[in-house]
């Protein structure tokens, strides 16, 4: 069982940066991809970024692309989402999600492939 801890959430004015952080516990950090993922009011859960096992690469949704940034630290168990030049439609609650038994080159942006979840946390972004 993998337990996820997520911070950094806030109220943001447009343009401006936050940065979120997840937490993990386990052993196999590197071994999972970790993905971010955000639900606005009304609206499905969509992917944001994904960083694929051991940090091989990473994906973006269309929308992110350019401004915002996955990274991690297998060492602290941690992966962090920078994102810069916010906009008010990146308001949402932000979810870290984790998969194991992930393959290395394979890039995982659906919501229901993922095992884990943490709880969320909330990104106000105002005009």
């Known amino acids: 069982q993998v337990q996820l801890v997520e911070s950094g959430g806030g109220l943001v004015q447009a343009g401006g940066s936050l940065r979120l952080s997840c937490a993990a516990n386990?052993?196999?950090?590197?071994?999972?991809?970790m993905g971010w993922f955000r639900q606005a009011p009304g609206k499905e859960r969509e992917f944001v970024a994904a960083?694929?096992?051991?940090?091989?690469?990473?994906d973006y949704a269309d929308s992110v692309k350019g401004r915002f940034t996955i990274s991690r630290d297998n060492a602290q168990n941690t992966v962090y989402l920078q994102m810069n030049t916010l906009k008010p439609e990146d308001t949402a609650v932000y979810y870290c999600?984790?998969?194991?038994?992930?393959?290395?080159?394979?890039?995982?942006?659906?919501?229901?492939?993922?095992?884990?979840w943490g709880q969320g946390t909330q990104v106000t972004v105002s005009s």
């Open positions: 960083s694929r096992r051991s940090g091989i690469g990473t």
């Open positions: 386990g052993r196999t950090f590197s071994n999972y991809v």
């Open positions: 999600a984790a998969k194991e038994r992930a393959g290395y080159y394979t890039a995982y942006t659906v919501s229901n492939e993922y095992d884990y």
